[in-house]
C-alpha cells in the first residue's frame, strides 16, 4: 500500500485527528490559522480550539491579490503564478504559527487549507448561456502546502458542492450543524464577514432537513472598500466610528437596495465581483450623490449591511423572527453594525459566538479543520430539503506531502 494512503487510512481510524483550518477571507486582512483537536466525526464531532493566529497580510500580499481580486479580466499568467505563490506564503505563515506555538509539524494530522477567493460566479451573477453552471476559484495550491509543511493536506473544498449542484458557498452549514445545533434553541449563525451569511439551525441536533445556508448580501465587503478610497492610511473603520458619526442618506440607499439580488429567492450566494465599487458608483450616480461626505457613505453602507440582513431573515422567517443570534467574523467587532442589526431585527436576542464556546475571529478556519475531518473520517451528510437542501458530499481534495 502507498505509505501515504496507509498513514491517512490509520488517521480516519484514530479517536482524535490534530488539524489546522486555514481562512483568508474577501476582507484580505490575513490568514486565519486555528489549530484544532478534532474528536470523533458526524454528529459525535468534538472540537476543542488550541491555538489560533490571524497571521496579517502586509501591502505587498493584498497587492498582489488584488490585481486578480474580483475582475473580469485578468492576466492568465499572473494568475498561474499566484496559484502556488499563494500556496507557499500559507505553508510559511502556517510554519511560522507552530514555531510559536513550540509545535513540531510532525505532531499535526492534517492541514486544512480553504485558499483564497479570487472569484465567485454563481449563475444567477454572470448569466452566460454558453457556461450554464456555478463556478467559483480559490488560490493557494494544495500540493505546495502540503511540501513545504510536511503535513497532508485538504483542500479546494468549494469545488465539490458545485459539482453536486451547489453555488460553492457558502459552506458554513455543515460545520455548523455538527458544531453548534441545539436541542432547546433555534439558532442563527451570522457570519459578518466581506459578504454577510448566515446558517439556520432548527431545535434539534438530529434532523438536518430544516437547516439551511444563505449569503444575504454586502458585509464589509464595501465599507472596507470605501475606507481605502478615501483614507489610504486606514485599512478599516474600526468600531464603526466614522459610520456613527455620519447619516444615512435615504435615496442613496433606496438605489443601493434596487439590486434583484436582493428579492431573489434563498439560498443564493453572491461575491464582491457583484457588491463591489462600480455598484456603489452606479447607486450614487442614480441618487445623485457622489460628492457624498465619508461619514455619511459608511453610516449608509453600514445601514445597508444591517437592513440585507435583516430582509433575507425576513425572507426566511416571516416578519419579527424571535431567534437567538451569534454573529462570528469582522462584523462582529462594529458596535455600529450591531445596532443596526439589533434595530432591524428587534425580536432577536444578539450574542457572538463566543457565547457558544467558539471565537468568533476563529470560526471560519475551525469549520473548514471540521470540513477536513469529514473528509478523512466521516460520512456525506445532507442538509436541509428542496431548493435549500446542501449536497451531500464529502469536500476537499487530498494533497500528499511528498
Not at 500559507?90 to 513550540?102: F, I, K, P, S, T
Not at 488560490?139 to 468549494?158: E, M, N, P, Q, W
Not at 460628492?291 to 453602507?301: I, P, Q, S, V, Y
Not at 469582522?330 to 458596535?335: Q, R, T, V
Request: glycine share 10%; hydrophobic share 40%; with cysteine.
Amino acid at each position: 500500500m502507498n505509505l501515504h494512503l496507509a498513514r491517512l487510512y490509520q488517521l480516519a481510524l484514530q479517536p482524535s485527528r490534530r488539524i489546522i483550518g486555514l481562512m483568508s477571507g474577501t476582507s484580505l486582512d490575513g490568514l486565519d490559522v486555528a489549530l484544532c483537536d478534532v474528536h470523533g466525526h458526524g454528529l459525535s464531532t468534538q472540537l476543542t480550539l488550541e491555538q489560533f493566529a490571524t497571521v496579517p497580510y502586509d501591502d505587498d500580499v493584498r497587492y498582489r491579490i488584488r490585481q486578480v481580486f474580483a475582475g473580469g479580466q485578468v492576466s492568465l499568467e499572473y494568475v498561474t503564478l499566484l496559484n502556488p505563490w499563494l500556496g507557499l506564503l500559507h505553508a510559511d505563515m502556517v510554519l511560522a504559527c507552530l514555531r510559536n506555538w513550540q509545535i513540531e509539524p510532525a505532531a499535526i494530522d492534517l492541514v486544512a487549507s480553504h485558499g483564497q477567493t479570487v472569484y465567485h460566479a454563481p449563475y444567477h451573477q454572470h448569466q452566460r448561456p454558453d457556461f450554464p453552471l456555478n463556478a467559483t476559484l480559490q488560490l493557494g495550491d494544495g500540493d505546495h502546502v502540503a511540501v513545504r509543511t510536511g503535513i497532508i493536506t485538504v483542500s479546494d473544498f468549494r469545488q465539490k458542492h458545485l459539482a453536486a449542484g451547489g453555488e460553492g458557498a457558502p459552506l458554513a452549514a455543515y460545520g455548523d450543524y455538527l458544531l453548534l445545533g441545539s436541542p432547546s434553541e433555534e439558532r442563527l449563525l451570522l457570519n459578518l464577514g466581506g459578504i454577510a451569511n448566515f446558517t439556520y439551525l432548527p431545535r434539534t441536533t438530529q434532523d438536518a432537513s430544516a437547516a439551511f445556508s444563505t449569503d444575504t448580501g454586502p458585509g464589509n465587503t464595501l465599507l472596507d472598500a470605501t475606507i481605502r478610497a478615501y483614507r489610504p492610511d486606514l485599512a478599516y473603520d474600526e468600531d464603526g466610528r466614522l459610520a456613527a458619526a455620519g447619516q444615512v442618506h435615504e435615496e442613496l440607499l433606496k438605489a443601493l437596495l434596487k439590486h434583484s439580488f436582493f428579492t431573489a429567492p434563498l439560498p443564493k450566494t453572491t461575491g464582491p465581483e457583484l457588491f463591489g465599487p462600480l455598484y456603489l458608483r452606479e447607486a450614487q450616480a442614480s441618487s445623485g450623490t457622489p460628492g457624498l461626505k465619508l461619514e455619511d457613505l459608511l453610516a449608509t453602507l453600514t445601514e445597508l449591511s444591517a437592513i440585507s440582513v435583516a430582509q433575507a431573515v425576513t425572507q426566511a422567517f416571516g416578519n419579527r423572527p424571535a431567534l437567538a443570534v451569534y454573529a462570528s467574523g469582522g462584523g462582529a467587532h462594529n458596535p455600529t453594525l450591531l445596532s443596526a442589526l439589533r434595530r432591524h431585527l428587534p425580536d432577536c436576542r444578539f450574542a457572538t459566538t463566543q457565547e457558544l464556546g467558539v471565537l468568533p475571529d476563529a470560526k471560519e478556519a475551525l469549520l473548514f479543520a471540521v470540513l477536513a475531518n469529514e473528509a478523512v473520517a466521516g460520512q456525506p451528510i445532507s442538509i436541509g430539503v428542496g431548493r435549500q437542501r446542501v449536497p451531500a458530499v464529502t469536500m476537499g481534495k487530498i494533497s500528499w506531502p511528498g
